[in-house]
C-alpha cells in the first residue's frame, strides 16, 4: 500500500490563524459573559481554515501535521483560551470521522467547514435493533456543541462478533440531540460546553464504530488508510490536537501583563513602577 503525504503549508495556516486574532479578543468578553462562542468568531475560524485542518484532502480539508495544530493551537490560545479549546476539540472529532467509511464522510464533510464536537465518556446505551442501534443516554461537557453539525457519542452495545458489550461511537447529527444548557463554570465559559441528550435515537449501522478500533487507528476507509494521520492512535492525536490551546493562553497571560508593566505600582510597597523591583 502506497503512502501519502498531506501537504499543507504550515507558515500559511499559522498566517491566517493569527489574522484571526483581533476578532477572537474583541469578542472575548462577550463569550464568557454568554457561555458560548460569538458568531463573528466562528465565522473568522472557518474563514481561517481551523475547522478544516484535520478533514481529508479528497473533502477539501488540509490533513494538517500535529506541528502544524500545535502551532495553531498556541496562537488561537494567545487571543482567547476558548475559542481555542473549542477549535481543538472540534479537530479531534473530525479526525475520528476519517476512521467511519467512505460513504458516512462523505455525508458529513458534504457540509462546508463541518464541525464535530464529542466526547469519550460514555454515557449511554445502545440496543440493537434492525439496521442500526436505539441509543439512549447524556454526555456531558460537550465543548462547541452549540455551533456544532454533528456529535461522537460513546455508547455501551454488544460487539458485532463477539456480542460482548463495549464501548461504541455512534456519529449522529446534532438536530437529533437534545441541548441542556448546564455550563456555568468560572473559567472557559465561552466554550459552551454543554450537556446532549438522545432519547430512542436510531443510528444507521454505518455510523457505528468499536471505539477500540478508533483508538487503534484503524480506518475502515481504504482511502483514509492511505494517509498517515489517520494511522496514528487516537489519544496522541487528541493530545496534540488540545496542548497548542494551553500553552498559547499561557503565551497570551505572560504578554498580557509585560504589556501593563510599564508604570504599574506594587501594592504596599515603595516600588512606582514594578519594573524596578529586582
Not at 466526547?119 to 460537550?142: A, C, H, M, Y
Not at 455501551?156 to 463477539?162: D, M, Q, R
Not at 478508533?214 to 488508510?225: F, H, N, R
Request: net charge negative.
Amino acid at each position: 500500500m502506497t503512502m501519502r503525504t498531506a501537504v499543507v503549508d504550515a507558515e500559511d495556516t499559522v498566517a491566517r490563524a493569527a489574522a484571526a486574532l483581533p476578532v477572537l479578543r474583541e469578542h472575548a468578553a462577550w463569550n464568557e459573559e454568554n457561555r458560548r462562542l460569538h458568531e463573528e468568531v466562528v465565522d473568522a475560524l472557518a474563514e481561517a481554515g481551523v475547522f478544516r485542518l484535520r478533514v481529508p484532502r479528497r473533502h477539501g480539508g488540509s490533513e494538517a501535521s500535529f506541528e502544524t495544530l500545535v502551532r495553531v493551537g498556541t496562537t488561537l490560545g494567545s487571543g482567547d483560551g476558548a475559542a481555542a479549546w473549542t477549535a481543538s476539540v472540534y479537530w479531534i472529532p473530525t479526525w475520528m470521522v476519517g476512521q467511519f467509511p467512505e460513504q458516512v464522510q462523505e455525508e458529513v464533510f458534504s457540509t462546508p467547514d463541518v464541525r464535530v464536537c464529542g466526547t469519550l465518556s460514555p454515557g449511554g446505551s445502545g440496543e440493537p435493533v434492525d439496521g442500526g442501534l436505539r441509543v439512549n443516554g447524556q454526555w456531558k461537557f460537550i465543548s462547541g456543541a452549540l455551533h456544532a453539525h454533528w456529535q461522537e457519542i460513546i455508547v455501551i452495545a454488544p460487539h458485532a462478533e463477539s456480542g460482548q458489550p463495549e464501548p461504541h461511537i455512534a456519529l449522529v447529527p446534532m438536530a437529533d440531540l437534545r441541548v441542556v444548557d448546564d455550563w456555568h463554570t468560572s473559567g472557559l465559559r465561552g466554550s459552551g460546553s454543554v450537556s446532549t441528550v438522545a432519547q430512542d435515537l436510531f443510528v444507521p449501522a454505518e455510523r457505528v464504530l468499536p471505539l477500540s478500533r478508533v483508538m487503534a487507528g484503524d480506518p475502515l476507509s481504504p482511502e483514509s488508510a492511505l494517509s498517515p494521520i489517520y494511522r496514528v492512535p487516537l489519544l496522541p492525536t487528541a493530545c496534540a490536537s488540545s496542548v497548542g490551546c494551553v500553552s498559547g493562553m499561557a503565551t497570551g497571560a505572560r504578554s498580557a501583563f509585560l504589556e501593563r508593566l510599564p508604570g504599574r505600582a506594587i501594592t504596599y510597597t515603595s516600588y512606582e513602577h514594578q519594573s524596578e523591583a529586582p
